[in-house]
């Protein structure tokens, strides 16, 4: 899909890789529709970007915030092509820590924004992205969802992350599979560590020894590199169904 002149919807868009998403799509001259629940950061992204841009405060846990800012997405600039969801919490807690065992609502809210919430969001972009009239090649749509490498090596402490993860990897290929006839692409990236807002709370000599972990290039991944994988994928008609693992051969240990 030519990305120019088409519209994305970014949840987490006003930070981490959402943002490095939105802004790189933005320069590539697509419309942009930030979704997140930090007002503040995403008024003043939008003022920062311009005219191509717009910001709706939305809790991807709640479906008619979620049907109310791809109607507003579609009634702003016509039509929705794209949607990158990378709205997602990461807290970690052990199946039984020192308080006792794992806080049921703890792993609910995990699951509710990571993979009820990716899934919320793919189905009303799909929605909207059947009425588009097709390209050259029949497509209508792209969406990119963002799993993690903890899918398939979750950590100690990570029981309600690496669940939610493994969920968006699995209803990737299924949704691919439906949506194809609708000419609509679905497609996951699994990032390893990146340097985003989930890790800046840590120490510099955590965060530098995580990085030190990746056989290559041993640093932290840096959002614009998840941006350009976005953008590959939007412009690539081929892959679909697909999860990417983008880690630098990182395969997480236990703990």
């Known amino acids: 899909m030519d990305i120019k002149g088409k519209t994305a919807v970014i949840t987490g868009g006003v930070s981490g890789l959402g943002e490095a ?10 419309n942009v ?7 503040d950061r995403g008024l003043a992204l939008c003022t920062e970007l311009g005219q191509r841009a717009a910001f709706f405060c939305t809790d991807v846990t709640d479906t008619s915030q979620v049907q109310a ?9 016509g039509a929705v092509h794209i949607t990158v969801n990378c709205a997602g919490v990461g807290t970690p807690a052990k199946v039984v820590g020192k308080e006792g065992p794992h806080e ?11 993979l009820v919430g990716t899934f919320d969001v793919l189905r009303w972009a799909a929605f909207y992205m059947t009425r588009n009239q097709p390209d050259s090649e029949g497509e209508r749509g792209v969406i990119v969802n963002t799993a993690s490498i903890a899918a398939f090596e979750g950590q100690i402490g ?11 990897v ?11 006839r609708f000419g609509i692409r679905v497609v996951t990236i699994a990032p390893g560590t990146f340097d985003t807002p989930l890790l800046a709370g840590l120490p510099e000599q955590i965060r530098t020894s995580l990085g030190q972990q990746i056989p290559f290039p041993p640093r932290l991944g840096r959002p614009h590199e998840f941006a350009m994988l976005v953008q590959h994928i939007i412009q690539n008609p081929v892959l679909n ?9 990182l395969r997480m240990p236990p703990k």
């Open 21 to 30: 998403t939105a802004r790189l799509l933005h320069s590539l001259e697509a």
């Open 241 to 249: 169904g697909e999860t990417i693992r983008l880690d630098g051969a």
């Open 69 to 77: 800012a791809m109607n507003s997405a579609v009634e702003r600039f």
């Open 158 to 168: 990570q029981v309600a992350y690496a669940a939610s993860k493994a969920g968006i």
């Open 170 to 180: 699995g209803l990737t290929l299924p949704a691919a599979r439906e949506l194809a």
């Open 104 to 114: 049921l609502d703890h792993f609910v809210r995990v699951l509710n924004i990571n």
């Open 33 to 39: 529709v930030l979704l997140d629940v930090s007002q």
